[in-house]
């Protein structure tokens, strides 16, 4: 069968390798794909966002297959707009993604329904927002509601801080219409636990880590994600099981309930307090870069799952044992603002998997091309020897404008 993946940073890259290792596959296309995709898939030059292209090139090209990468397709209804010409496609309708676009949404469902979640309030008055952060404990844990890129999350030690935010997020309009929604502070250890959903069932993945600070130690400002790894040895098979059938799967029935049926998939962030395994955000879709070492773990055919998704049919999931730990490579200064343009090198030495995240190519060369650049996936018996191939194949990559963490995985060598 044809295929055609949307989007185009490193998560998407790993989905197209996945579909690569798929004989049902003919062949894959990806919509715009980047300069790594290039060379597992045909590169097309249509945005994520441009849902009517996107659907257009399906049907022109018999694509029997749609995979959504990225929140803005979904938010942008790419699957509505799919299913609205009879094209399968895996990835939730707008009325789904909800869980991922708006935070009060995904709020307001998991109070509903009894899902583990830090206490919230929602506000759209900066006077009022302010005040209420005024007379509770520090930090304050402030949400900008709806899709900022992993980057609308302020967690302020002090009114200060916490007043600049409201400020940024409900007078100066950064993010466009303001709605903030103010919760409890919540500690533990986060990670990810991705199922795949089909209406009210659930197939759970095997569970990843993210790093969302820029530099070694947890230090420095937010990102879209630094490095990732699985498994997670410091959540058991009894964690596992009570964040299934305490959060997945009943989010997934709320769903059904609530009349937009979840279907590609859910995401939960979950954090592992003194209280508790709970929800501190839903996602809509494959995480970036959990995707990166979760798919490289799949030993089923990642097509039948797709399909099964969407068409509502049974199937099983089989996992390899190898632990996998992925470090990112970004511009310097990113997550603030970069150069693009600067030649990688050495690629060609590489011994595991190198994801592109943003990549150009110039002829021959690889440049530079965002702020995440290239994903560097390592593999071992077990999460020191994923750590040392990832560690030694970033060696062997070459540019003068990157930068890296060191202590990808520290949460699971240090406990
Ligand atoms: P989110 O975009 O909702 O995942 O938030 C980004 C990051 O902020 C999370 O990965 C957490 O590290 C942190 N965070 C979010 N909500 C809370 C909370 N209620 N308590 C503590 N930390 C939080
Ligand atoms: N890694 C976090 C995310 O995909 O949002």
Redesign the pocket.
């Known amino acids: 069968m044809k295929v055609l993946v949307i989007g185009g940073g490193g998560r998407e890259h790993a989905i197209v390798d996945a579909l690569a290792r798929s004989p049902q596959v003919e062949k894959i296309y990806c919509a715009p794909g980047n300069a790594g995709i290039a060379r597992q898939a045909e590169c097309v030059p249509i945005r994520e966002t441009e849902v009517e292209r996107l659907r257009d090139f399906a049907a022109e090209q018999g694509i029997s297959l749609t995979v959504v990468g990225p929140e803005v397709a979904l938010a942008a209804g790419v699957a509505d707009c799919f299913k609205a010409a009879g094209l399968r496609i895996f990835g939730p309708t707008k009325a789904a993604a909800r869980i991922e676009s708006s935070?009060e949404f995904a709020k307001e469902l998991m109070a509903r329904y009894g899902i583990p979640?830090?206490g919230?309030r929602a506000f759209t008055e900066y006077a009022a927002a302010r005040d209420y952060v005024a007379g509770r404990p520090f930090?304050a844990?402030l949400?900008y509601d709806g899709l900022?890129a992993?980057?609308?999350?302020v967690?302020a030690q002090t009114m200060e801080e916490a007043d600049a935010a409201l400020k940024d997020m409900l007078l100066d309009d950064k993010f466009g219409e303001g709605k903030v929604v103010v919760?409890?502070?919540?500690?533990g250890p986060?990670f990810s636990f991705m199922c795949f959903v089909s209406g009210h069932r659930v197939w759970p993945m095997v569970l990843a880590q993210?790093h969302?600070r820029a530099y070694d130690g947890d230090k420095g400002p937010?990102t879209g994600g630094m490095g990732a790894y699985s498994p997670l040895p410091f959540i058991t098979a009894e964690d596992e099981r009570y964040a299934l059938e305490h959060i997945l799967q009943p989010v997934a029935d709320a769903m059904v309930a609530e009349g937009c049926p979840f279907e590609g998939v859910l995401y939960g962030?979950l954090?592992k307090t003194a209280q508790g395994i709970?929800v501190?955000?839903f996602n809509a879709r494959f995480g970036d870069p959990e995707t990166e070492v979760v798919l490289p773990r799949l030993k089923s055919d990642i097509v039948d799952i797709f399909c099964a998704v969407a068409e509502g049919r049974d199937t099983r999931l089989e996992w390899h044992d190898f632990a996998a730990l992925g470090i990112v490579l970004a511009s310097k200064g990113y997550p603030g603002s970069y150069e693009k343009g600067h030649e990688i090198t050495g690629l060609e030495n590489v011994a595991g998997t190198v994801y592109h995240m943003g990549t150009k190519a110039d002829g021959d060369r690889i440049l530079t091309a965002g702020g995440r650049v290239l994903f560097v996936v390592g593999r071992g018996r077990d999460l020191a020897e994923a750590r040392a191939a990832a560690l030694r194949d970033v060696e062997r990559i070459g540019c003068d404008n990157l930068f890296h963490r060191t202590d990808i995985g520290h949460w699971a060598f240090d406990k």
């Open positions: 935070k979640t830090a919230f930090p844990v949400k900022a992993g980057k609308g999350v967690i919760e409890d502070y919540l500690e986060e993210d969302k937010n962030g954090m709970k501190i955000e």
